[in-house]
């Protein structure tokens, strides 16, 4: 019996059958490029973006393309039909319609925005501090929240604004005294669940501080919930400003708001449907593009969604 | 299930102390008090008045007084008002807003279940694109002005419904519709994605395999299960439907709480005011409660995570 020895002979290199499997056919897309991409894809997401970009533009250049002013009264031209010289038609002091609804727009968008990024301000801070902190501090904490998100909101709204006085920035200040709360769990919980996560133990062992994980890994992770959130809380403000001035909380005249601009035209609703038309399909519409937007942004958002 | 019924107790109770104790200092903050009127009173007249109301006690007393008073469900005189109390007001006004706000409830519970179930049951279908489309629009179209354009097309234009007031049962479909379509549309949404979430566990399949008809696993593995959020969303959704009746009643004439409280913000009556809010917050917060019961008894699993 003759030893076998294993002799360079005996080997042949195998020929690579796929040897072009591991380049990259496609660019890699980063997070945010994907969300964009399934974003535009989803028709009524984009229906809503464009909605609000026109909003926006209609705010920003309304205005200008009318020759009146929101607060210049004609009392020979009031209760005017909507025509070629008022689009919009006038109100019972015959100002124009077109105008003050484009105010109007200018108004709830900003409250609408400046509301929601106080919220997430003092909600990533809440939530945030609460989630690295942990134990008793994380505890006293939410209890607190717990409790404040007891409290009936718009009660506490209605009476801060008869104490306080009406205005823009009291409104602004109601709406964000309980709006957080929820902003802030939400950025408690992601916090809580990425923390665990390997990816920061690992970023841990690599001798990362807290700063940097915060900074670096965890806020950017919890992003996508944070601006879900944001895009459902503006339409909320937008219409609890409408609510507050269709009360006669709001926003004070001369000054329009699309609810107190509804407010006065529900009382002529009959002879002039017009003054109650305009500002009420404003407002239904933005809250419609906003929801739209932030349902798509929830489904582009979502990694389980993806395909 | 003590401890968490406890628990919530705890929390109801706190909160509700807060609200009291805000109210009553929110109250006091104001300038003047609620005798300052353009044509001063005499002297005399003040001074019994001040003693009538204890008004002339230091903060802490008045305070204390006002606690107790709570306690014993007194809300006090209305300022306005002069011969009723806060508590008769209730008494006679709020039948009106309960009856209004248990058919919206009925309607926006039975509708929304019905309509998330077929959407969830016919997904991508129209029956599906047709619910979907019409919850967001519930969820966009503010109660004021909706309650507003149901006025115009079916009281005033079509004449099959009375425009106001209350009494007989054609009059309140209109308020209903209008109050109710916010929580149809949010009770829609929710079934939708829990149901779909549901139907796509094992079990569903499990029973499916074993030869149980569509329908009994719709109804008895399908639908019990999804109905959770559904109950979780309860409680905000009495706040939604207490809140907005203050609008809708006075939009619709109804001689409910709801117009009360808007009378009494425009009046400044301030007493009503602080009542009304108190009785509100007790109201609401006794919903909650019961719904956060309600929640861990359905869910185990609830009242284990929160121990």
Known sequence: MSEEILAPEFFKPLERENAAADQLRRRPLSFWQDVWIRLRRNRI??????????????????????????????????????????????????????????????????????????DMAIGVLWGGVAALLGGKADQLLMRVADILYAIPYLLVVIMLMVVVGTGLFPIIIALTLTGWISMARIVRGQLLQLKELEYIQAAIALGSGKARILRKHLLPNAMGPIIIAMTFTIPTAIFTEAFLSFLGLGVQAPMASWGTMASDGLSALRYYPWRLFFPACFISVTMLAFNLLGDGLRDALDPRLRK | MITFIGKRFCYTFLALFLIVTVTFFLMKAIPGDPFTQEKALPPEILESLYAYYKLNDPWYVQYGNYLVSILHLDLGPSFAYKARTVNEIIASSF???????????????????????????????????????????????????????????FAIKLDLLPVARWGTFQQTILPTLALSALPTAFIARLTRSSMLEVLACDYIKTARAKGLSYFSVLLHHTLRNSLLPVVSYLGSMVANILTGSFIIEKIFGIPGLGGWFINSVANRDYTMIMGLTVFYSMLLLFSVFLVDILYGWVDPRIRVSTK
């Open chain 2, 95 to 153: 039948p009106v807003s309960a009856l209004l706000g248990l058919e919206a409830l009925v309607l926006s519970i039975s509708m929304g279940i019905t309509l998330g179930a077929l959407a969830a049951f016919k997904q991508h279908r129209w029956q599906d694109c047709s619910a979907m489309l019409l919850a967001v629009m519930g969820i966009s179209v503010p109660s004021f002005i909706l309650a507003a354009f149901l006025q115009y097309f």
């Open chain 1, 45 to 118: 997401a984009t229906c809503g973006l464009y909605l609000l970009i026109t909003l926006f533009l209609f705010a920003l250049v309304g205005p200008f393309l009318s020759s009146h002013s929101y607060h210049e009264t004609n009392l020979v031209l009031k209760n005017h039909p909507p025509s070629l010289r008022f689009w919009f038609g006038t109100d019972d002091l015959g100002r124009d319609l077109f105008t003050r609804t484009c105010w109007g727009a200018r108004i709830s968008l900003f409250v609408g925005i400046t509301a929601a990024l106080v």
